[in-house]
């Protein structure tokens, strides 16, 4: 069975300070897929990256920036200067590829960030 | 560009009441699902349906039933509400089915909080 954990229930910073959001995920798997997800007070979530297993290499986009070590098993999420409007939940998710299956994304229990002005 | 649509919003019920969420997509998605969202457990998938004409079971189904109307909408039914049924609801769709479907990238609508009392 797989399984994410996110520890991290709330974090809450000062604008303009890095932040970094732990990700730990259990899979027999050796084909995966990992996902990030926002989820703003409005309550939409909105995807923010896909990794796959095989691809460790780490990503930045602008402000946020990915981790992927499965040596450890996590994928962690840094956002470098954080703004007020990063201000959200965040979901980290895992999917095994199975061949016809559309059922197994498992979403962790989230992190609550809170940017301070 | 609408997305994914969810209505009702805000629904408040009765114990015993029933009530259907419907949910409709318009970017031509192969995938519709069905997810729970409760405080400190992420989301759970109440049902999904991999393609038009079939739905199956995800990890919560019991006290509800779906339909897969057309591809473009898929509805979930309470036939009768209990306490433990309060929760967001967020109906998401994605475009692939088979193959590898685990990297499928979910859209989702905007929730549906639900309170039954």
């Known amino acids: 069975a797989q399984k994410v954990t996110q520890a991290q229930t709330e974090i809450s910073v000062v604008e303009k300070e890095d932040v970094t959001l732990d990700c730990v995920y259990e899979t027999r798997d050796t084909t995966y897929y990992l996902f990030w997800y926002k989820q703003p007070p409005s309550g939409e979530l909105v995807f923010l990256i896909r990794r796959n297993s095989f691809d460790e290499q780490n990503e930045i986009s602008g402000r946020y920036s990915w981790n992927f070590q499965k040596s450890t098993s996590s994928f962690n999420f840094t956002i470098t200067a954080s703004q007020v409007v990063d201000s959200a939940v965040y979901f980290c998710?895992?999917?095994?590829?199975?061949?016809?299956?559309?059922?197994?994304?498992?979403f962790g229990s989230g992190t609550q960030l809170t940017v301070l002005p | 560009n609408a997305g994914v649509t969810q209505t009702p919003k805000f629904q408040v019920l009765k114990t015993g009441q029933s009530m259907t969420l419907q949910c409709a997509q318009d970017m031509n998605h192969n995938s519709m699902y069905w997810y729970r969202q409760d405080p400190g457990m992420g989301l759970r998938l109440i049902y999904y349906?991999?393609?038009?004409?079939?739905?199956d079971k995800g990890e919560v189904p019991n006290g509800y039933n779906v339909s897969r109307l057309n591809k473009r909408e898929f509805s979930l039914r309470l036939e009768s509400a209990a306490p433990s049924q309060t929760s967001v609801y967020f109906c998401?769709?994605?475009?692939?089915?088979?193959?590898?479907?685990?990297?499928?990238?979910?859209?989702f609508g905007a929730g549906s909080r639900l309170t039954v009392l």
């Open positions: 349906s991999a393609s038009e004409g079939t739905t």
């Open positions: 998710a895992l999917s095994e590829a199975r061949f016809g299956s559309a059922r197994q994304l498992t």
């Open positions: 998401a769709s994605s475009e692939r089915t088979g193959g590898s479907s685990g990297a499928n990238v979910l859209t």
